[in-house]
């Protein structure tokens, strides 16, 4: 039995090892792993962490990337995380799982990407053996503890680390003509919501909502995958049932069906359907839904035209102390393994209209907002919305900030998004502080611990002359009986 | 053997001496509560059989814990204080070993170490015999039977002595693990027949009291009774894992759970007529001891309810690697020296 | 009254009964011995006066027993405790608490005695006992027989009607058991109290007891009747009763004050002035006299290199000196028995000799190795060391492993045919494949005794051999010690049995606080004690008559005839 875990354990250590991660390993012995991590109250923090070693544990991706992390050594078994940058149980004052009922926790769940998804860690942050091109995830949220928990959002590896000799090129301007050809084969209902601008207060309008599938027509007994992003949503319904704000699920319909995705607000309601065909054996699937496809060609232009890559944020935070100058994203953009179709189409559409003037700290720091964000109660559904702040009144797209952000004016432009950032997190102490480290506590030996060690060195002789007074006495007493 | 204090008052050191070693790792307050009970077997002067088993055991204790140490400190590889650096690819102690976890290895076996003095000095301080006749009457057994198999240890030592001699002369050396076979067994076997043949002069002189065993509607009530104290202290408790937001619900479940088997167990006692043959005094100074050492373990429960923070030493980032000191905490700790203070050396006579 | 009515009782797990169709009364007030072999049931029957058996140990009972008006097999030992008060042989494992006083009040407070009523009979039975002056004392510091006389006080605090003990005197050294049975006559004879005791050491308490209840062996019918009866009956008895039974004595002396009287009419036919009429006899006692006995000097002029050279000992443990400045050389070939009290230092000579512990001061060799120095395999190789206690030795589970287990210890090579042989010299071989802890306790004595000689070594030290053994067995253990003798070896034998001594032994050795008080021949030694003399010599105080042997030897010597003897008593 024991040799059968074992060989599982290799395979899917070999199977995590060698995954879907392209990346961008060893140029000149550079080592790269991506963080992503989910607050308390949804926000997301994401790291790139270059590393020489070939592996590091997770517990060192977590600490090098700059937060501050609780760990509970006492078990003798390795580490558990109770705690990310004051989110969390604050160890050993509070037990380092403080939010359970039974096995049923409100707790740091750590996962893995791999095979183009999250998989629950089975080992802990202390043993396992993060190594170039792997993209782990903290996710806080409730679970079943050592089984399941709240699945971090899904933001590509590419997305958070660019291998460094990508040289992003993003330019502001997109050719509109691309974005006509490269429609996606859903509804149109989508392409019409993207259209529309969301105005600024969140509950001012109803919720956005994009929902597509890769394939609109299947055979039968064949499988599609059905995505969807939604902004303002507090409850998102996929034919009735509970989900995600923004998630992708896999459906196998047996005959044709059509999947309505619900998300509503206080102030209405999103409704959006998405027909999936199934074909009978022999049909041929109609080319129509391919042929809306933009040809290579055009996606190329596209990605010419837009900035796909990923933020260029790796260089600047290898070092944890630059923990401030954080890429925070709110949102997460759309998974790294997917064909840029239904990117494209969103990505032109949106990157036209983002001013210069924004300030990108709003689209990056939803921090002075935050606390109109209802943080997410325990143990509540699994339809936690993600808020975000849309960028600032009067225009800026409810784009996915990575882009947005990148198309804000080239690399230069970006790295004004950068200073912007640092010194919006510097002047904006409204921040909430857990984006930025914990404030550490003061390790070393400070003066005023020194009170109390003399009180301890007092009664120490005190005790000692005790000790010898007893003695002294009771000697006495024998040299007098004797 | 004369007695020193009333084992009452000795009890209630025993829980002022025995919170701080269970619920802090602080080595300060832990060195200075090792100091103090230290400091109270001085002043008990007196070399009982016991004290000697004892002292093995205490020596037993600190090999214990010096051989945890490096097992603490060469497994958990966290910490900013780098002592020095193994290679990363060795299995399990490979990484950094860090200064934390040999703080952290160091403090965990000293609150074992300290428990285990405290327990050997009350041992020594108080007869057992006599802290026996004071149990009540449902756990009188249970508690003859602990006192014997306490002194039972003594005599195995012995037994060990005789045993290892015997097999020394047979040419027997022991070069392993699986050389102490000849020794534990003869071992066994003899303490195995010395306890039957305690049990048979037991049994012979009517050890077991005269239990009224009354008639069976009084047996099954009691027995019913507890069987549902006992489920209502079950639900209570796991009421409390589970379902933590009702206090009210939980606190009356603990409450009846432990009134009937508290009276299901008065009822018990009351049937096993017992007398007692000696009269005990309460002389001043045992009231001082009691009042005293009654005064400490509240004030240290009550730090440890209220003020955890006070109590807890972890020496991982991001907290310090220093210790704080309390010196109210201290001072509690202090007063377990008392009995050193109000022992006259003609009390610790043989 | 004590009525047992048929009674059959099996063990469990045994296929024949430990008692069976077993009837007979005890009166009150009397004094009853119980002897016969190990093994034939006595343990048994005393067991079922209190109903321990069956209750204790389970198994199949078929009878009546009556016990004063009680019945043991429904009250249980519990409703017993308060009639019938119970001692155990092995003075260790009696105890529950550790102070006199409270060991005394243990059984009052189980019966829920009023406290004014616990402490008046707690006072009765500290001076019944006359161990008042142990009151505040620990049990686990006093002596063997101060342990054992605790233990009846315990027992009798609860005011019992019949006292049963079992071998209470088996472990105790000779003084031990001299006040033990002094305690319990005293409870017979003067508070009234049945008592019944199974005894191996006859001659200590047979010319007290009223009765004598004689089991021959495992199942059989048992014998009830007067000490003189019974003691013409047995098998094993007392040298002074065997004698007096070989030279058909009438009344059958039970004590020495009796023989006297029969001894005295021997001497004229042996033509032996008895040493109180102070004449000088022939040759060999004039020889005897001569003799000097000095304390602490060797015995004789030794020109051959002694086997055992021990030279101004001094050895201390526990704050205590147990060894001041023994001096001894023993000669290849003796055989020595080492006599004195508890704690007179026998077995931490024994110890030091064979090299367990060291001298502090003063030098031992053996075989010409010096303890100090020579390491423990090389001075094993030469001497053998039977403990006191067997069980500390036997752990394998069969008699053949423990062979081979010292063969192995001393890397020797396994030679099966060599043990075997050595089983047969010591009448084991039958039980070869036994579990050696389920022997009895000769048999377990005996196989110590070959694990030990397996590795041949040239001395033997045995330390209190005789614990526990009945006449029998002890016989076995003289006979084959003697054995070994001839075959060359040199044994030295701690032991409080004199009459094992008188037995075996060439030479004395006296040890009291440490030192050696005396050291000579054992003829001349135990003649001139008071309380190392045997039976036969203290009828006879003479030199020449240790055992029964010399005297019938002397006698046939004489060339007087049974015949003539025979007429000579029946003319008087």
Redesign the interface.
């Known amino acids: 039995m024991s040799r059968r875990i074992a060989l599982l354990n290799l395979l899917l250590l070999l199977a995590l090892v060698t995954g879907p991660s392209p990346s961008n390993a060893g140029a000149g012995g550079v080592n790269q792993a991506a963080l992503i991590v989910r607050h308390v109250d949804g926000s997301i923090q994401t790291r790139c962490l270059t590393f020489t070693e070939p592996s590091i544990t997770g517990e060192e991706l977590l600490r090098r990337s700059g937060l501050t992390v609780i760990v509970n050594y006492s078990s003798g078994l390795g580490g558990a995380v109770c705690s990310i940058n004051g989110d969390g149980c604050q160890y050993p004052v509070q037990d380092c799982f403080c939010h359970c009922q039974g096995i049923q926790c409100e707790y740091w769940a750590y996962y893995h990407w791999a095979q183009g998804g999250w998989q629950y860690s089975s080992v802990g942050a202390t043993g396992y053996q993060v190594s170039d091109g792997m993209l782990e995830g903290w996710s806080w949220g409730p679970g079943d503890y050592g089984t399941s928990g709240t699945m971090p959002p899904q933001i590509g590896f590419s997305d958070i680390c660019i291998s460094p000799t990508a040289t992003p090129t993003p330019t502001a301007t997109a050719s509109p003509t691309a974005t006509a050809t490269a429609t996606p084969t859903a509804t149109p209902t989508v392409s019409s919501h993207v259209s529309s601008q969301p105005t600024a207060g969140r509950a001012d309008a109803p919720p956005q909502v994009t929902f597509e599938a890769m394939a609109e027509t299947v055979a039968a007994g064949a499988c599609t995958v059905l995505k969807w992003v939604s902004w303002d949503a507090e409850r998102i319904t996929l034919d009735g049932e509970p989900v995600m704000a923004q998630d992708r699920h896999e459906v196998c319909p047996s005959s044709t069906h059509t999947y309505a995705l619900a998300a509503a607000n206080t102030s209405g309601q999103t409704v959006r359907e998405l027909t999936i065909q199934v074909a009978v054996a022999g049909q041929v699937v109609p080319t129509e839904a391919l042929g809306n496809l933009p040809t290579p060609a055009e996606i190329q232009q596209v990605s010419a035209s837009t900035e796909v890559a990923p933020l260029p944020t790796i260089e600047t935070f290898e070092s944890p102390l630059d923990a401030s100058a954080s890429a925070i994203v709110p949102l997460s953009a759309q998974p790294q393994s997917e064909a840029p179709r239904p990117r494209a189409e969103a990505l032109t559409e949106n990157v036209a209209p983002l001013p210069a003037t924004v300030t990108p700290m709003a689209l990056v720091t939803p921090g002075p907002d935050e606390a109109s964000w209802a943080p997410p109660t325990p143990f509540a559904t699994p339809t936690v919305s993600l808020r975000r702040r849309p960028a600032g009144a009067g225009g800026p797209s409810p784009t996915p900030i990575l882009i947005a952000l990148a198309s804000s004016g080239g690399r230069t432009g970006f790295q004004d998004v950068i200073s912007s950032s640092t010194s919006g997190l510097g002047a904006g102490q409204s921040a909430p502080s857990r984006f930025d480290a914990v404030t550490p506590l003061n390790r070393d030996f400070s003066l005023s611990l020194m009170p109390g060690y003399a009180s301890y060195l007092l009664m120490i002789a005190l005790l000692l002359g005790g000790g010898a007074w007893v003695l002294r006495r009771r000697n006495i007493h024998r040299a007098q009986r004797s | ?2 007695d020193t204090f009333h084992p009452v008052a000795w009890l209630a050191w025993l829980a002022a001496a025995a919170l701080p070693a269970l619920s802090t790792r602080n080595p ?1 307050y832990l ?2 509560l090792m ?2 009970v ?2 109270t077997y ?2 008990l ?1 007196r070399r009982s ?1 016991l004290a000697k088993s004892w002292g093995a055991f205490v020596r037993f204790g600190a090999l214990l814990w010096l051989l945890t140490i490096p ?2 400190a060469l ?4 910490g ?1 204080i780098v002592l020095f650096q193994l290679p ?1 690819n060795w299995p399990v102690i490979g990484g950094p070993i860090t200064g934390e ?1 040999l703080l ?1 290895g160091l403090a ?1 076996g000293l609150s074992l170490i300290s428990l285990l003095l405290v327990f050997a000095v009350f041992n020594v301080a108080v ?3 006599r802290l ?2 004071m149990t009540p009457g449902f756990v009188y057994q249970a508690g ?1 039977v602990t ?2 198999a306490v ?1 039972f240890v ?2 195995m030592i012995i ?1 060990w002595q ?2 290892s ?9 022991v070069r392993g693990p699986r050389d102490l ?2 020794l534990i ?2 071992l066994l ?2 303490a195995l ?2 306890a039957i ?14 239990v009224i065993t009354g008639n069976s509607t009084a047996r099954a009530r009691g027995q019913l009774v507890m069987l549902l104290g006992l489920g209502a202290l079950a639900a209570g408790l796991a009421g409390a ?4 937001d009702r206090p009210v619900l939980l606190g009356a479940l603990l409450g009846a759970g432990a009134a009937a088997l508290i009276w299901s167990f008065w009822d018990q006692g009351r049937r096993v ?7 005990w005094l309460w002389g001043r100074l045992d009231r001082v001891l009691l009042v005293v050492s009654m005064g400490a373990a509240i004030g240290w429960l009550a730090v440890w309810l209220g003020q ?2 006070w109590l ?1 030493y ?1 020496p ?7 210790p ?4 109210f905490l ?2 509690l ?2 007063l377990v ?1 008392l009995p ?2 109000l ?1 006259r ?2 009390m ?1 006579e043989m | 009254m004590i009525h047992l009515d048929r009674v059959t009782y099996t063990y469990p797990d045994q296929a024949k009964p430990a008692l069976a169709d077993f009837s007979l009364d005890i009166h009150p007030g009397e004094f009853v011995l119980v002897v016969g072999p190990s093994g034939s049931g006595k343990s048994t029957f005393l067991r079922s006066l209190n109903g321990l058996v069956p209750h204790f140990y389970g198994g199949q009972w078929a009878g009546q027993v009556d016990v004063f008006g009680r019945d043991p097999i429904t009250q249980g030992p519990r409703g017993m405790a308060h009639l019938v008060g119970f001692v155990f042989q092995d003075p260790e494992a009696q105890f529950v608490v550790d102070t006199v006083e409270d060991e005394l009040a243990f059984s009052m407070e189980n019966f829920a005695l009023p406290q004014a009523t616990m402490r008046k009979r707690v006072e009765e039975v500290l001076d019944q006992m006359t161990i008042a002056h142990l009151r505040d004392r620990r049990i686990s510091t006093l002596s063997g027989g101060e342990k054992q006389r605790v233990a009846i006080a315990a027992v009798l605090a609860l005011q019992p009607e019949v006292l049963v003990l079992d071998e209470p005197t088996s472990q105790l050294d000779p003084q031990a058991a001299e006040e033990v049975l002094i305690a319990l006559r005293h409870m017979n004879e003067d508070l009234g109290l049945t008592v019944i005791l199974s005894e191996h050491r006859l001659e200590r308490v047979v010319q007290y007891v009223d009765r004598v209840l004689y089991l021959p062996s495992l199942g059989a019918a048992p014998v009830l009747d007067e000490p003189r009866a019974v003691m013409s009956q047995l098998p094993l008895v007392p040298p002074l009763i065997r004698l007096g039974r070989s030279l058909n004595w009438s009344p059958l002396p039970l004590t020495i004050k009796q023989g006297r009287v029969h001894a005295r009419q021997l001497a004229g036919l042996l033509a032996v002035k008895s040493v109180e009429a102070g004449g000088s006899g022939d040759g060999l006692g004039a020889d005897s006299r001569r003799a000097t006995i000095s304390p602490a000097a060797p015995a004789g002029g030794e020109s051959s290199p002694s086997v055992i050279d021990v030279h101004d000992l001094h050895y201390a443990y526990d704050g205590r000196a147990a060894l001041r400045g023994i001096n001894m050389q023993v000669q290849p070939g003796e055989f020595l028995a080492l006599m004195g009290r508890n704690g007179s230092g026998k077995s931490t000579l024994l110890k030091q000799i064979v090299g367990l512990i060291k001298p502090d001061e003063g030098k031992v060799a053996v075989a010409g190795l010096d303890t100090r120095k020579a390491a423990l395999e090389e001075i094993i190789r030469e001497v053998g060391y039977v403990p006191q206690h067997p069980g500390a030795l036997l752990f394998q589970e069969t008699l053949q492993g423990e062979l081979e287990f010292t063969r192995r210890g001393h890397a020797m090579p396994l030679d099966a045919a060599a043990d075997q042989a050595l089983l047969e010299r010591l009448n084991l071989s039958h039980l070869a494949q036994r579990d050696p802890r389920d022997l009895s306790g000769g048999e377990q004595q005996r196989a110590a005794l070959a694990a030990i000689l397996v590795a041949n070594p040239q001395i033997i030290l045995l330390d209190e051999p005789t614990r526990g053994l009945d006449y029998d067995q002890k016989a076995a253990l003289a006979g084959m010690l003697l054995g070994l003798r001839r075959q060359g070896a040199t044994i030295l034998m701690a032991t409080h049995d004199v009459e094992l001594a008188a037995a075996c032994a060439d030479r004395v050795v006296l040890l009291a606080e440490g030192q050696v008080v005396v050291d000579g021949p054992a003829r001349i030694v135990m003649s001139d004690s008071q309380v190392f003399a045997s039976q036969i010599n203290k009828l006879f105080r003479d030199p020449r008559f240790l055992v029964v042997e010399d005297v019938l030897r002397e006698l046939a010597a004489a060339g007087v005839e049974e015949a003539a003897l025979l007429e000579e008593r029946g003319g008087k």
């Open positions: 053997m004369r300060l060195s200075l100091l103090a230290g400091v001085v002043a002067g059989p097992f603490v497994t958990a590889h966290y900013t990363a976890a952290f965990s007869d057992q015999a026996l006749r003859v006192a014997i002194a003594p005599q037994s005789t045993i001699e015997a097999q020394q002369v047979r040419g027997h050396r076979l000849p067994m003869p076997v003899m027949e010395r043949q305690l049990a048979e002069s037991m049994e012979a002189r009517g050890f077991g009291g005269q894992g589970f379902w933590p007529s017992r007398s007692r043959y000696h009269r955890g923070e807890f972890y991982y980032p991001p907290y310090s690697p220093w704080a000191f309390q010196p201290g001072l700790i202090l020296a050193a203070l022992l050396p003609e610790t």
